[in-house]
């Protein structure tokens, strides 16, 4: 296993990340009993595992935010109340996702 990720292994990364993302927001929508689980998953192995092959790569535009925000949805309490709150926070990350992917395109 490498310690780093290319330049095109992390955009892989990052494309692929969005519809792990993504599905928090059907998820939370359905109330779905494994809501916590998943997301307690995708910010273990996902986000906080991640954290080591990209540090000499681009990441500020993403990285801390998507984990602030995600562990914000994961502590909240009455966080299947506020659906509207989650996908709008979901759709801003994937926003910024995407900005670092056409950064690292170089568009």
């Given at each position: 296993m490498k310690n780093e ?103």
């Amino acid at each position: 296993m490498k310690n780093e990720f290319s330049k095109q292994d992390y955009i892989s990364y990052l494309i692929g990340l969005k519809g792990t993302v993504f599905k928090i927001i059907p998820l939370c929508q359905h109330k779905n009993e494994f809501f916590h689980n998943y997301v307690d998953s995708l910010l273990t192995f996902e986000l906080y595992g991640v954290g080591f092959p990209i540090r000499n790569l681009p990441h500020d535009i993403w990285y801390q935010k998507t984990i602030a925000v995600i562990e914000g949805i994961y502590r909240q309490p009455l966080v299947f109340d506020d659906f509207k709150k989650v996908r709008k926070e979901i759709l801003n990350l994937l926003r910024l996702i995407d900005l670092q992917i056409n950064q690292l395109k170089g568009e």
